[in-house]
């Protein structure tokens, strides 16, 4: 097994090491001279001309490369140009911020979306299944923007059900320690402010969640389809097995290792979109992190940004594997 | 004695097997390890074995579907092995294939006439129209009819698909055909047309056939001269009435006891082996079939046994009939 | 030889798929009987409905778009195809087990043979504790001849040959000692040499055990070599039943004449293989008269436009053929047999 | 046995049996006639600007309301349909010559060229694709062509990986090994045996896609990075209209339906295909 | 919206039964963005700004909802005939929050600090004083701490707006013990004087500043506490206030006046205008190096409409590069009126009877100046293609927008100015004099004779005479046309109803201490 982790490890440097140029690549051909930005509007030429031969700009673009790929072997994710503090310090709050919604919308895709998913399949062709296909399929042409300001409109506008914004009731502040919110408010024994926190996730985590929920769903039941068909269930059901237990343990273990990919891959729209919801219900999280910071060219934080985004997805899907690998004894760790 | 069709000296394919860190070949399989034949014109030779034994790989070595890792493939008195890939193609027109699989050897989305005109095409014989009648000229061969060659693969039956594989095979007018388990996917009564129909054809149009099958009834019906193989190797080589009559080689004994026959009073000398066949890719040291045999010895295990002509046109791989052995058991029987 | 007592029944069974294309009986009034302790075998080719006819027994045919439609199946006496879900559970596994032809495919490659073993075990042994079952399982292992049955129970499918695969299969279906056996072809996927050792294996399980088995195949050597009495099947139906001696020396349907004729034997070279000319029908494909007439070498008038009947020939021996149609017989056994 | 039958004809059979498809089909059909005959079906132009008539809520004359120019939001919505089915279609075009050409070199030299092709989409894989998108419009600016080529870009590797395992799938395939047993060259099987038969999964895969870069479109759209004023694309209609939600709902609920029916219009068709042409693949 | 209006409300009287009984009273203030840094010399963003003003206090103070001088830190001052002295008599007993006196030390420490600084950390101090330390452009020669509580300041040359520069935010004083310990991270806990102490910031989320018991203005502040929370989007924004998630929104929509005033449980804040919206034209650029296309653009551009419809009459139509409340403003000047047929003469005059293709900049962020630029850029496409120019509206993200109209890459661009201190010179140097060219001069636009005057009005201490050199200024603009005056706007505010005490300053900076709630 850890040598399989190796192994999985080691392919990844190749991936991330392209992630980093091109990143590296899209931040230079973005128009604009960073030193110019980070002067400001009044700087002169020569207080600019300073500044570039300061940060490396104008070394060969291989050599600010290996510059900056070192940085990053040390940690260092450069600086904020506006706020002046190491990227690396000031993502924490943004990443927990964004876990703790993107955890929350996952949850919820995966256990409303594997569940539909599997009752769908297993009563195939009833009213159920229809309607739950339908309702995915009207799910996955969801754009999440418009469906986040319908929620918005309805259940917190109209209704007053959910708050419109943010991550906490601010009259009644959260003291952060770990960032996120659910972990600090049980630790701190502060159950009110956990429902606050609920409260808050509701309507961002519903639009984050729909398409993958919607995705998992269908994916859950197709797979499930098919395993349903294999041999080993007909084996189980010969045995004399309950249905509920031919479904629930003998199909699903089979069934979830495709619908895992479908996980790992969900989380990058998870993450994608949540640029847009993270805008729409005012998240402090890293998507509007990285979309400030391209709205002020803040480089830095831009590549930083997503350099982390991508990461993490990268990440994700590695563990992904490594599931895998723990569900299914068929592959091969040694 | 003419000199055979095709001569085959010393064929092996080994396959990499890649493991660890860095995907770094940590072994082979030894699919076919060392294999020496001849086949002469207008017979059929047969070549049976157990499910991994290599009988596959060895037809498509000849005709260079896979590149031999060593060994030398005379045909027709020229060397195929040294060919280059043009002139390879090219000699295709002589050597053509039938596969086990009817249903995937067809490509799906071709009509039977663009399926059997493309040898025609690729080896430019004739032009558009004498190709169409050529088409309808060999569907009658293999006892379709010429309205057959609009349609699809998948609106026949599988002896169907077999005829139309076997048509395929004798547009270019060829010299020899490898037929690789031509009728192991075909029910009993489909399978005794399609034998017919390849016998038939031979005595029409002079084939010379390597036939390929692991069932022994089939081979014998088949087949002049009959080779087993186990494991990679050619271990009995005999024309089939020897082969059946008088088997040398444990294995092949073991085999030949093993099958059923479809008379329930016939009672036969039954060689129970124990276990299974071992793995290629780490192959039993000495006599690859010491591990199963009865009749092992210390010797076995050690020493790779070679395929020697222990009768006129009976060639056994066994350490039993060694010459020195032959004389110690008589030492030992008496 | 007396006639033991048949332990399952099938009477008149139809199992129709509803599919897109119409209704297709794939089974279509099938009859026959096991007997306590016989092996019994069906042989037919592919579509031929063996398979459909085994899950109809298990009350597995995947619904929809499969139905029962008509007949029984009774197990000592009572009619087990209107059971209940529950009620059929506690047949299933129990009172008769199934082992499927795919033995690469029909454990679950997700969970050990240990835990796959015991499940079948606790399944039914009510009370049991989880040692018992384990011991069971063991025992059940060791008894089909697998070595190190203790070690094999943490192992994975996939670390098992096609053979040991089918000898737990073998161990999984008689852990709650079954009355009948149903094999569905548990020797087709595996060498000769590997057939050989299960066929042994199930043979010696049936004379130890006294379970009696039905053997499926499309093998004709292996019925001949291992079974006692043998239903031949044709299109959904029996075309001729009885015992293994008279179907293979003394055949009486063209078709199962034909198939004898078109093996060809190992044991010497015949000259031409005899070939029924024609395919096997898509199930549901004819409707009228006999199913084989179209590839039938005997084949007359009636036979077209007449369905016939089984008529019994002999003592213990069936055939649906009108060669066949001796007016005593006929009339003697339309009464009991319609088709 | 039908004469007239072949794997497209049978898959056209199979495709029209499907209730769910055809609704798709028709939703889609509908838009197209939309994008190609809005000028004339529209009322009124994209740019009819009547200030005094701002925020107007549905009526007899305003079928959907108009928005805060005073524009009729009946002609933007469909007038809007050109741009984001043009979107959709010309960047899943691009994105499938590319990928389709990378994927066959990539699957069918194998070796080195396939591992540096693969590691190429891998790294592109490895960003969510919204924020590739993005990126890449930074880089390129704001516009609907460059969102367009975003898109076609971020698509690519989608087709790249489809067709490359497809080629791989097809190679393997018995039918390929008895052409090479013809003697028949390896561009040629190319050209006529694997790429006929991995056409069926980039038509799904494509007509998915375009379902998803409609989205995508719209997603920069609403982000202002995608179409310009004054062009009625959907997702930049949202964002405009993201100040009147309480006021003036309708100037949301429009475009957002628009864009929701086209999507789901491709993705049940999508479907559809995907049963009919190829009912191996899934989701 | 009536129905949100109810619910609204609803969220508002649990909080007030709250209050009543005795909890804290908390502001919780939403606005657009998050705060750079809380150390107020480097930031140059009216987000930390708002936060600031409340923490920090100036030695002189802007009139509550003015730019008049009042006292703030210093209770009084005198300034030399000569006007290159100032001396400040400071407040005496004030406290920083952590404790350290404010005294004459402290003001001279805070201005070291300041001026010891570079362009890219203290942009407002090169801004406002020219330059640092030794600079030949730097106009404070000396700060001196005359005694305990007296300082002294000496200028190199008069500066006419020195007092209202001191006057401005950045400007706070800060804690010397607390700037001398943190450095580069004074930002992240800033002490001052002001009347909130610092608390907590969640960064693009929120930042809580509470009562500072000490401070020296007895009854203040009326506050427990106030959160500054971020919301970006201005109707997210309403929304949170209308749900009673905050208590007063900054950056209302234009469009969302109506409503609000409509509604019984809020209350609409007008921001006194000290701003100006415009079209630039590149006057480098041709067609716009004529002066004819520009006083055709001029004519083409139907400002009334574009005030009715997107600053909903909330703005004055702009006449003038400067708001009319500025002392200095010419009144006499007649705006350019709307007549597309005189445009249309104007370009035949310049020889382009069937008009031009050209780039329309569009803002792509909501400013006070103009809280919908794109809409705003629709509408002016509109009139152009009226009279026969195609304009293709593009827009940038911020930065890149500014940086390439500054570089004069734009045919046409639009933009605004929130003045700094409310003097003159704050527009019509900063934005139209050549000096200012590839800095605020993003048109290009180099007058010599405006020049002269600009220079001229720096250094002239006499209120009157420097106004009058500001009419003239402004005639020659108005005949040059170098812009497209759009618009003086009236930013929005909503709070709850019963907010009082809130008076919004034109600056964007509130202060927050007389804020209550009833
Ligand atoms: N491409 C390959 N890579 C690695 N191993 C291979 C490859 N092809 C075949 N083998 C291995 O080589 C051995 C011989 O395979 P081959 O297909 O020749 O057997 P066969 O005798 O034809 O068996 P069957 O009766 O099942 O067709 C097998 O163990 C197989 O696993
Ligand atoms: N799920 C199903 N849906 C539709 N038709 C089915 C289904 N399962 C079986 N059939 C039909 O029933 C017929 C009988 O199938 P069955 O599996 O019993 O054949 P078999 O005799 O077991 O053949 P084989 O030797 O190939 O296993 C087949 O022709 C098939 O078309
Ligand atoms: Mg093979
Ligand atoms: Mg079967």
Same mark, same amino acid.
């Given at each position: 097994?850890v040598?399989?982790?190796?192994?999985?490890l080691?392919?990844?440097?190749p991936?991330?090491?392209?992630?980093?140029?091109?990143?590296?690549?899209?931040?230079?051909?973005?128009?604009?001279?960073p030193?110019?930005?980070?002067?400001?509007q009044?700087?002169?030429?020569?207080?600019?001309?300073?500044?570039?031969?300061?940060?490396?700009?104008?070394?060969?673009?291989?050599?600010?490369?290996?510059e900056?790929?070192?940085?990053?072997?040390?940690?260092?994710?450069?600086?904020?140009?506006?706020?002046?503090?190491?990227?690396?310090?000031?993502?924490?709050?943004?990443?927990?911020?964004?876990?703790?919604?993107?955890?929350?919308?996952i949850?919820?895709?995966?256990?409303?979306?594997?569940?539909?998913?599997?009752?769908?399949?297993?009563?195939?062709?009833?009213?159920f299944?229809?309607?739950?296909?339908?309702?995915?399929?009207?799910?996955?042409?969801?754009?999440?923007?418009?469906?986040?300001?319908?929620?918005?409109?309805?259940?917190?506008?109209?209704?007053?059900?959910?708050?419109?914004?943010?991550?906490?009731?601010?009259?009644?502040?959260i003291?952060a320690?770990?960032?996120?919110?659910?972990?600090?408010?049980?630790?701190?024994?502060?159950?009110?402010?956990?429902?606050?926190?609920?409260?808050?996730?509701?309507?961002?985590?519903?639009?984050?969640?729909?398409?993958?929920?919607?995705?998992i769903?269908?994916?859950?039941?197709?797979?499930?389809?098919?395993?349903?068909?294999?041999?080993y269930?007909?084996?189980?059901?010969?045995?004399?097995?309950?249905?509920?237990?031919?479904?629930?343990?003998h199909?699903?273990?089979?069934?979830?290792?495709?619908?895992?990919?479908?996980?790992?891959?969900?989380?990058?729209?998870?993450?994608?979109g949540?640029?847009?919801?993270?805008?729409?219900?005012?998240?402090?999280?890293?998507?509007?992190?990285?979309?400030?910071a391209?709205?002020?060219?803040?480089?830095?934080?831009?590549?930083?940004?997503?350099?982390?985004?991508?990461?993490i997805?990268?990440?994700?899907?590695?563990?992904?594997?490594?599931?895998?690998?723990?569900i299914?004894?068929r592959?091969?760790?040694? | 004695?003419?000199?055979?069709?095709?001569?085959?000296?010393?064929?092996?394919?080994?396959f990499?097997?890649?493991?660890?860190?860095?995907?770094?070949?940590?072994?082979?399989?030894?699919?076919?390890?060392?294999?020496?034949?001849?086949?002469?014109?207008?017979?059929?030779?047969?070549?049976?074995?157990?499910?991994?034994?290599?009988?596959?790989?060895?037809?498509?070595?000849?005709?260079?579907?896979l590149?031999p890792?060593?060994?030398?493939?005379?045909?027709?008195?020229?060397?195929?092995?040294?060919?280059?890939?043009?002139?390879?193609?090219?000699?295709?027109r002589?050597?053509q294939?039938?596969?086990q699989?009817?249903?995937?050897?067809?490509?799906?989305?071709?009509?039977?006439?663009?399926?059997?005109?493309?040898?025609?095409?690729?080896?430019?014989?004739?032009?558009?129209?004498?190709?169409?009648?050529?088409?309808?000229?060999?569907?009658e061969?293999?006892?379709?009819?010429?309205?057959h060659?609009?349609?699809?693969?998948?609106?026949?039956?599988?002896?169907?698909?077999?005829?139309?594989?076997?048509?395929?095979?004798?547009?270019?007018?060829p010299?020899?055909?490898?037929?690789?388990?031509?009728?192991?996917?075909?029910?009993?009564?489909?399978?005794?047309?399609?034998l017919?129909?390849?016998?038939?054809?031979?005595?029409?149009?002079?084939?010379?056939?390597?036939?390929?099958?692991?069932?022994?009834?089939?081979?014998?019906?088949?087949?002049?001269?009959?080779g087993?193989?186990?494991?990679?190797?050619?271990v009995?080589?005999?024309?089939?009435?020897?082969?059946?009559?008088?088997?040398?080689?444990?294995?092949?004994?073991?085999?030949?006891?093993?099958?059923?026959?479809?008379?329930?009073?016939?009672?036969?000398?039954?060689?129970?082996?124990?276990?299974?066949?071992?793995?290629?890719?780490?192959?039993?040291?000495?006599?690859?079939?010491?591990?199963?045999?009865?009749?092992?010895?210390?010797?076995?295990?050690?020493?790779v046994?070679?395929?020697?002509?222990?009768?006129?046109?009976?060639?056994?791989?066994?350490?039993?009939?060694d010459?020195?052995?032959?004389?110690?058991?008589?030492?030992?029987?008496? | 030889?007396?006639?033991r007592?048949?332990?399952?029944?099938?009477?008149?069974?139809?199992?129709?798929?509803?599919?897109d294309?119409?209704?297709?009986?794939?089974?279509?009034?099938?009859?026959?009987?096991?007997?306590?302790?016989?092996?019994?075998?069906?042989v037919g080719?592919?579509?031929?409905?063996?398979?459909?006819?085994?899950?109809?027994?298990?009350?597995?045919?995947?619904?929809?778009?499969?139905?029962?439609?008509?007949?029984?199946?009774?197990?000592?006496?009572?009619?087990?195809?209107?059971y209940?879900?529950?009620?059929?559970?506690?047949?299933?596994?129990?009172?008769?087990?199934?082992?499927?032809?795919e033995?690469?495919?029909?454990?679950?490659?997700l969970?050990?043979?240990?835990?796959?073993?015991?499940?079948?075990?606790?399944?039914?042994?009510?009370?049991?504790?989880?040692?018992?079952?384990?011991?069971?399982s063991?025992e059940? /292992?060791?008894?089909?001849?697998?070595?190190?049955a203790?070690? *094999? =129970? +943490? &192992?994975?499918?996939?670390q @098992?040959?096609?053979?040991?695969?089918?000898?737990?299969?073998?161990?999984?279906?008689?852990v709650?000692?079954?009355?009948?056996?149903?094999?569905?072809?548990?020797?087709?996927? /595996?060498d000769?040499?590997?057939?050989?050792?299960?066929?042994? *294996? =199930? +043979? &010696?399980?049936?004379?130890? @055990?006294?379970?009696?088995?039905?053997?499926?195949?499309?093998?004709?050597?292996?019925?001949?070599?291992?079974?006692?009495?043998?239903?031949?099947?044709?299109?959904?139906?029996?075309?001729?039943?009885?015992p293994?001696?008279?179907?293979?020396?003394?055949?009486?349907h063209?078709?199962?004449k034909?198939?004898?004729?078109?093996?060809?034997?190992m044991?010497?070279?015949?000259?031409?293989?005899?070939?029924?000319?024609?395919?096997?029908?898509?199930?549901?494909?004819?409707?009228?008269g006999?199913?084989?007439a179209?590839?039938?070498?005997?084949?007359?008038?009636?036979?077209?436009?007449?369905?016939?009947?089984?008529?019994?020939?002999?003592?213990?021996?069936?055939?649906?053929?009108?060669?066949?149609?001796?007016?005593?017989?006929?009339?003697?056994?339309?009464?009991?047999?319609?088709? | 046995?039908?004469?007239?039958t072949?794997?497209?004809?049978?898959?056209?059979?199979?495709?029209?049996k499907?209730?769910?498809?055809?609704?798709g089909?028709?939703?889609?059909?509908f838009?197209?006639?939309?994008?190609?005959?809005?000028?004339?079906?529209?009322p009124?132009?994209?740019?009819?600007?009547?200030?005094?008539?701002?925020?107007?809520?549905?009526?007899s004359?305003?079928?959907f309301?108009?928005?805060?120019?005073?524009?009729?939001?009946?002609?933007?919505?469909?007038?809007?349909?050109?741009?984001?089915?043009?979107?959709?279609?010309?960047?899943?075009?691009?994105?499938?010559?590319?990928?389709?050409?990378?994927?066959?070199i990539?699957?069918?030299?194998?070796?080195?060229?396939?591992?540096?092709?693969?590691?190429?989409?891998?790294?592109?894989?490895?960003?969510?694709?919204?924020?590739?998108?993005?990126?890449v419009?930074?880089?390129?600016?704001?516009?609907?062509?460059?969102?367009?080529?975003?898109?076609?870009?971020?698509?690519?590797?989608?087709?790249?990986?489809?067709?490359?395992?497809?080629?791989?799938?097809?190679?393997?395939?018995?039918?390929?090994?008895?052409?090479?047993?013809?003697?028949?060259?390896?561009?040629?099987?190319?050209?006529?045996?694997?790429?006929?038969?991995?056409?069926?999964p980039?038509?799904?895969?494509?007509?998915?896609?375009?379902?998803?870069?409609?989205?995508?479109?719209?997603?920069?759209?609403f982000?202002?990075?995608?179409?310009?004023?004054?062009?009625?694309?959907?997702?930049?209609?949202?964002?405009?209209?993201?100040?009147?939600?309480?006021?003036?709902?309708?100037?949301m609920?429009?475009?957002?339906?628009?864009?929701?029916?086209?999507?789901?219009?491709?993705?049940?068709?999508?479907?559809?295909?995907?049963?009919?042409?190829?009912?191996?693949?899934?989701? | 919206?009536?129905?949100?209006?109810?619910?609204?409300?609803?969220?508002?009287?649990?909080?007030?039964?709250a209050?009543?009984?005795?909890?804290?009273?908390?502001?919780?203030?939403g606005?657009?963005?998050d705060?750079?840094?809380?150390?107020?010399?480097?930031?140059?963003?009216?987000?930390?700004?708002?936060?600031?003003?409340?923490?920090?206090?100036?030695?002189?103070?802007?009139?509550?909802?003015?730019t008049?001088?009042?006292?703030?830190?210093?209770?009084?001052?005198?300034?030399?005939?000569?006007?290159?002295?100032?001396?400040f008599?400071?407040?005496?007993?004030?406290?920083?929050?952590?404790?350290?006196?404010?005294?004459?030390?402290?003001?001279v420490?805070?201005?070291?600090?300041?001026?010891?600084?570079?362009?890219?950390?203290?942009?407002?101090?090169k801004?406002?004083?020219?330059?640092?330390?030794?600079?030949?452009?730097?106009?404070?020669?000396?700060?001196t701490?005359?005694?305990?509580?007296?300082?002294?300041?000496?200028?190199?040359?008069?500066?006419?707006?020195?007092?209202?520069?001191?006057?401005?935010?950045?400007?706070?004083?800060?804690?010397?013990?607390?700037?001398?310990?943190?450095?580069?991270a004074?930002?992240?806990?800033?002490?001052?004087?002001?009347?909130?102490?610092?608390?907590?910031?969640?960064?693009?989320?929120?930042?809580?500043?509470?009562?500072?018991?000490?401070?020296?203005?007895?009854?203040?502040?009326?506050?427990?506490?106030?959160?500054?929370?971020?919301?970006?989007?201005?109707?997210?924004?309403?929304?949170?206030?209308?749900?009673?998630?905050?208590?007063?929104?900054?950056?209302?929509?234009?469009?969302?006046?109506a409503?609000?005033e409509?509604?019984?449980?809020?209350?609409l804040?007008?921001?006194?205008?000290?701003?100006?919206?415009?079209?630039?034209?590149?006057?480098?650029?041709?067609?716009?190096?004529n002066?004819?296309?520009?006083?055709?653009?001029?004519?083409?551009?139907?400002?009334?409409?574009?005030?009715d419809?997107?600053?909903?009459?909330?703005?004055?139509?702009?006449?003038n590069?400067?708001?009319?409340?500025i002392s200095?403003?010419?009144?006499?000047?007649?705006?350019?009126?709307?007549?597309?047929?005189?445009?249309?003469?104007?370009?035949?005059?310049?020889?382009?009877?069937?008009?031009?293709?050209?780039?329309?900049?569009?803002?792509?962020?909501?400013?006070?100046?103009?809280?919908?630029?794109?809409k705003?850029?629709?509408?002016?496409?509109?009139?152009?293609?009226?009279?026969?120019i195609?304009?293709?509206?593009?827009?940038?993200?911020?930065?890149?927008?500014?940086?390439?109209?500054?570089?004069?890459?734009?045919?046409?661009?639009?933009?605004?100015?929130t003045?700094?201190?409310?003097?003159?010179?704050?527009?019509?140097?900063?934005?139209?004099?050549?000096?200012n060219?590839?800095?605020?001069?993003?048109?290009?636009?180099d007058?010599?004779?405006?020049h002269?005057?600009?220079?001229?009005?720096?250094?002239?201490?006499?209120?009157?005479?420097r106004?009058?050199?500001?009419?003239?200024?402004?005639?020659?603009?108005?005949?040059?046309?170098p812009?497209?005056?759009?618009?003086?706007?009236?930013?929005?505010?909503?709070?709850?109803?019963?907010?009082?005490?809130?008076?919004?300053?034109?600056?964007?900076?509130?202060?927050?201490?007389?804020?209550?709630f009833?």
């Amino acid at each position: 097994m850890v040598n399989y982790i190796g192994r999985r490890l080691l392919q990844l440097i190749p991936v991330l090491l392209g992630m980093t140029f091109v990143v590296f690549m899209i931040i230079r051909a973005i128009p604009g001279d960073p030193a110019q930005v980070i002067l400001g509007q009044l700087a002169s030429k020569e207080a600019v001309e300073a500044l570039r031969a300061k940060l490396g700009l104008d070394n060969p673009w291989y050599i600010q490369y290996f510059e900056y790929l070192g940085g990053l072997f040390q940690g260092d994710l450069g600086e904020s140009l506006r706020t002046k503090q190491p990227v690396a310090e000031e993502v924490w709050p943004y990443l927990a911020a964004t876990f703790e919604l993107a955890f929350f919308a996952i949850l919820i895709a995966v256990i409303i979306g594997v569940n539909a998913g599997i009752i769908s399949a297993w009563f195939q062709n009833s009213w159920f299944d229809y309607t739950a296909m339908v309702l995915a399929l009207v799910g996955v042409s969801m754009p999440i923007f418009w469906l986040g300001l319908m929620e918005q409109w309805i259940f917190a506008i109209e209704l007053g059900w959910f708050p419109t914004s943010g991550r906490e009731d601010v009259r009644n502040p959260i003291s952060a320690q770990s960032g996120f919110y659910i972990l600090d408010t049980i630790m701190q024994g502060r159950f009110d402010q956990l429902g606050q926190v609920l409260r808050h996730l509701v309507l961002p985590g519903i639009a984050l969640a729909t398409i993958p929920m919607a995705i998992i769903a269908r994916m859950t039941r197709s797979s499930m389809l098919e395993v349903m068909r294999s041999d080993y269930i007909r084996t189980a059901r010969a045995k004399g097995q309950k249905m509920f237990w031919v479904v629930y343990k003998h199909a699903l273990k089979n069934a979830v290792i495709p619908v895992l990919t479908v996980i790992g891959l969900q989380m990058g729209l998870l993450l994608g979109g949540a640029i847009l919801t993270e805008t729409i219900f005012s998240w402090p999280g890293i998507g509007r992190y990285v979309y400030e910071a391209i709205q002020f060219r803040d480089y830095p934080v831009i590549q930083s940004g997503i350099l982390i985004i991508a990461f993490i997805f990268v990440m994700i899907n590695l563990i992904v594997d490594i599931l895998y690998g723990l569900i299914d004894p068929r592959i091969k760790y040694d | 004695m003419t000199e055979p069709l095709l001569k085959v000296e010393g064929l092996k394919k080994y396959f990499p097997v890649r493991n660890g860190l860095f995907g770094k070949t940590t072994g082979h399989v030894k699919a076919v390890d060392d294999v020496s034949f001849y086949v002469n014109e207008g017979e059929t030779l047969g070549i049976v074995g157990e499910s991994g034994c290599g009988k596959s790989t060895t037809g498509r070595m000849l005709m260079r579907l896979l590149e031999p890792t060593e060994g030398k493939v005379t045909f027709d008195g020229q060397e195929l092995t040294t060919l280059s890939a043009q002139e390879m193609r090219k000699a295709r027109r002589e050597i053509q294939m039938v596969f086990q699989d009817p249903y995937a050897s067809l490509n799906p989305r071709h009509t039977v006439e663009k399926i059997l005109m493309e040898p025609l095409i690729v080896h430019n014989i004739g032009d558009t129209k004498s190709r169409k009648k050529m088409v309808k000229d060999f569907l009658e061969i293999v006892g379709l009819s010429s309205y057959h060659a609009k349609r699809y693969p998948h609106q026949f039956s599988g002896g169907q698909r077999q005829r139309i594989g076997i048509a395929r095979a004798l547009m270019t007018n060829p010299k020899l055909i490898i037929a690789d388990e031509p009728v192991s996917a075909l029910d009993v009564s489909i399978q005794a047309q399609v034998l017919n129909l390849m016998q038939k054809l031979q005595r029409e149009l002079k084939l010379t056939y390597i036939f390929i099958a692991h069932d022994l009834g089939v081979v014998r019906h088949i087949s002049d001269r009959v080779g087993v193989m186990y494991l990679g190797k050619m271990v009995e080589l005999a024309s089939s009435e020897n082969l059946y009559a008088e088997p040398l080689h444990p294995y092949t004994k073991a085999l030949l006891s093993a099958v059923p026959v479809p008379d329930p009073n016939f009672t036969r000398e039954e060689i129970l082996l124990e276990g299974d066949i071992p793995s290629p890719s780490n192959p039993p040291s000495g006599c690859t079939f010491h591990t199963r045999c009865p009749f092992a010895m210390e010797q076995c295990k050690q020493v790779v046994p070679q395929l020697e002509e222990v009768k006129p046109g009976h060639y056994v791989a066994c350490h039993l009939y060694d010459a020195d052995m032959i004389d110690k058991k008589i030492v030992e029987g008496s | 030889m007396t006639k033991r007592k048949a332990v399952l029944e099938v009477k008149n069974l139809q199992t129709s798929f509803f599919t897109d294309d119409g209704v297709i009986p794939s089974v279509d009034y099938v009859d026959f009987e096991v007997r306590e302790g016989e092996i019994l075998g069906i042989v037919g080719e592919s579509g031929s409905g063996k398979s459909v006819t085994s899950l109809s027994v298990m009350g597995l045919i995947p619904s929809p778009p499969g139905k029962i439609t008509s007949g029984e199946i009774l197990y000592n006496g009572t009619d087990i195809s209107k059971y209940n879900d529950k009620k059929m559970r506690s047949i299933r596994g129990n009172e008769i087990a199934m082992i499927f032809q795919e033995p690469m495919t029909s454990l679950n490659p997700l969970f050990t043979i240990g835990s796959q073993m015991k499940e079948a075990v606790l399944l039914h042994k009510k009370g049991w504790s989880k040692k018992q079952a384990h011991a069971r399982s063991v025992e059940m /292992l060791k008894l089909v001849g697998l070595p190190r049955a203790e070690e *094999l =129970m +943490k &192992d994975y499918p996939h670390q @098992l040959s096609g053979g040991m695969r089918q000898r737990v299969m073998i161990a999984m279906a008689l852990v709650c000692d079954p009355k009948v056996l149903i094999a569905d072809e548990p020797t087709t996927a /595996l060498d000769v040499t590997i057939q050989a050792q299960i066929l042994k *294996l =199930m +043979k &010696d399980l049936n004379t130890r @055990l006294n379970t009696a088995i039905i053997l499926i195949t499309h093998d004709l050597g292996v019925v001949a070599e291992t079974c006692e009495r043998v239903v031949v099947m044709y299109a959904g139906k029996v075309v001729e039943e009885g015992p293994v001696e008279k179907i293979f020396t003394n055949p009486e349907h063209p078709y199962t004449k034909g198939l004898l004729a078109s093996v060809p034997d190992m044991r010497f070279k015949k000259q031409s293989l005899y070939s029924i000319p024609g395919n096997v029908p898509k199930p549901g494909s004819i409707k009228e008269g006999c199913r084989f007439a179209a590839r039938c070498s005997e084949v007359f008038g009636r036979c077209t436009v007449e369905s016939p009947p089984l008529y019994q020939t002999a003592a213990e021996h069936k055939t649906r053929c009108f060669l066949y149609d001796t007016e005593e017989v006929a009339n003697h056994d339309r009464a009991i047999v319609e088709s | 046995m039908e004469r007239e039958t072949g794997p497209w004809r049978d898959a056209w059979k199979n495709f029209r049996k499907n209730k769910i498809a055809l609704v798709g089909s028709v939703i889609v059909f509908f838009f197209i006639l939309l994008a190609i005959f809005g000028p004339w079906i529209a009322p009124e132009g994209i740019n009819d600007q009547k200030l005094t008539e701002r925020l107007k809520s549905p009526s007899s004359q305003y079928w959907f309301g108009t928005d805060d120019f005073g524009r009729d939001i009946f002609s933007r919505v469909i007038l809007g349909a050109r741009i984001s089915l043009g979107v959709g279609f010309f960047s899943v075009i691009g994105s499938v010559i590319v990928g389709s050409a990378l994927g066959i070199i990539a699957g069918y030299y194998g070796k080195w060229v396939d591992t540096i092709i693969s590691r190429i989409f891998d790294i592109m894989l490895a960003f969510p694709s919204i924020l590739l998108a993005i990126a890449v419009v930074s880089v390129l600016g704001p516009s609907l062509v460059n969102a367009l080529i975003a898109i076609a870009i971020i698509n690519i590797p989608n087709f790249g990986r489809l067709i490359r395992s497809k080629v791989l799938t097809v190679k393997q395939e018995e039918y390929i090994t008895s052409a090479r047993a013809i003697g028949m060259k390896d561009f040629r099987i190319l050209i006529s045996h694997i790429l006929p038969n991995s056409l069926a999964p980039v038509i799904v895969a494509g007509t998915l896609a375009v379902a998803s870069a409609i989205i995508e479109a719209a997603a920069l759209g609403f982000l202002g990075l995608g179409a310009q004023a004054p062009a009625p694309e959907w997702g930049k209609m949202l964002a405009d209209a993201r100040n009147y939600l309480r006021n003036a709902p309708w100037t949301m609920i429009f475009p957002g339906v628009a864009i929701m029916l086209t999507v789901l219009g491709f993705n049940l068709m999508g479907d559809g295909l995907r049963d009919a042409l190829d009912p191996k693949m899934k989701t | 919206a009536c129905s949100s209006d109810e619910q609204g409300s609803e969220g508002n009287n649990e909080e007030g039964t709250a209050e009543e009984s005795g909890e804290p009273k908390v502001l919780i203030f939403g606005r657009g963005g998050d705060s750079v840094s809380l150390d107020p010399i480097a930031v140059t963003d009216g987000e930390s700004f708002k936060v600031t003003q409340n923490v920090f206090e100036t030695l002189v103070n802007f009139g509550e909802q003015d730019t008049t001088i009042n006292p703030g830190l210093a209770k009084e001052w005198t300034v030399s005939d000569d006007g290159l002295t100032y001396t400040f008599m400071l407040e005496e007993g004030v406290k920083f929050h952590d404790g350290t006196d404010f005294n004459a030390e402290a003001v001279v420490a805070n201005f070291d600090r300041w001026s010891s600084g570079t362009a890219d950390k203290y942009y407002y101090y090169k801004s406002m004083f020219g330059g640092f330390g030794d600079e030949e452009g730097h106009v404070i020669e000396s700060v001196t701490a005359d005694d305990e509580f007296t300082v002294t300041f000496k200028l190199k040359r008069p500066q006419a707006p020195f007092l209202k520069n001191i006057a401005m935010s950045p400007f706070g004083m800060g804690s010397p013990t607390a700037f001398e310990a943190a450095g580069d991270a004074f930002g992240d806990e800033p002490v001052g004087t002001g009347p909130f102490k610092f608390v907590e910031w969640k960064r693009n989320d929120s930042i809580t500043i509470e009562k500072f018991e000490d401070y020296w203005q007895e009854g203040f502040p009326k506050l427990d506490r106030v959160v500054f929370r971020a919301i970006p989007d201005n109707s997210a924004r309403l929304n949170a206030l209308l749900t009673g998630e905050i208590d007063l929104a900054d950056g209302v929509n234009p469009s969302d006046g109506a409503s609000i005033e409509g509604d019984a449980a809020l209350q609409l804040f007008e921001r006194p205008s000290m701003n100006v919206g415009y079209l630039g034209l590149t006057n480098t650029r041709p067609p716009f190096d004529n002066v004819l296309v520009r006083q055709a653009m001029n004519h083409a551009i139907d400002k009334q409409a574009i005030v009715d419809a997107f600053f909903e009459g909330r703005a004055e139509v702009a006449v003038n590069p400067m708001p009319p409340s500025i002392s200095g403003y010419n009144d006499q000047i007649e705006g350019y009126d709307y007549d597309p047929e005189r445009a249309k003469e104007l370009l035949a005059e310049a020889g382009l009877p069937d008009g031009f293709e050209m780039e329309l900049w569009a803002m792509p962020v909501p400013r006070p100046y103009m809280p919908d630029g794109m809409k705003v850029a629709e509408v002016m496409q509109k009139n152009l293609a009226d009279v026969g120019i195609t304009a293709e509206i593009v827009s940038f993200e911020w930065a890149t927008y500014l940086e390439k109209a500054r570089n004069g890459e734009a045919d046409a661009f639009m933009l605004g100015w929130t003045g700094d201190n409310g003097d003159a010179d704050n527009f019509l140097y900063v934005l139209l004099d050549g000096d200012n060219i590839g800095s605020n001069n993003y048109t290009y636009y180099d007058n010599e004779e405006l020049h002269e005057l600009l220079i001229a009005a720096q250094s002239e201490v006499d209120e009157n005479t420097r106004n009058e050199l500001y009419m003239q200024a402004q005639e020659i603009i108005h005949e040059d046309a170098p812009w497209v005056p759009l618009a003086h706007s009236t930013p929005l505010l909503a709070g709850k109803a019963e907010l009082t005490g809130f008076k919004p300053h034109p600056t964007g900076s509130d202060k927050l201490h007389t804020v209550d709630f009833e």
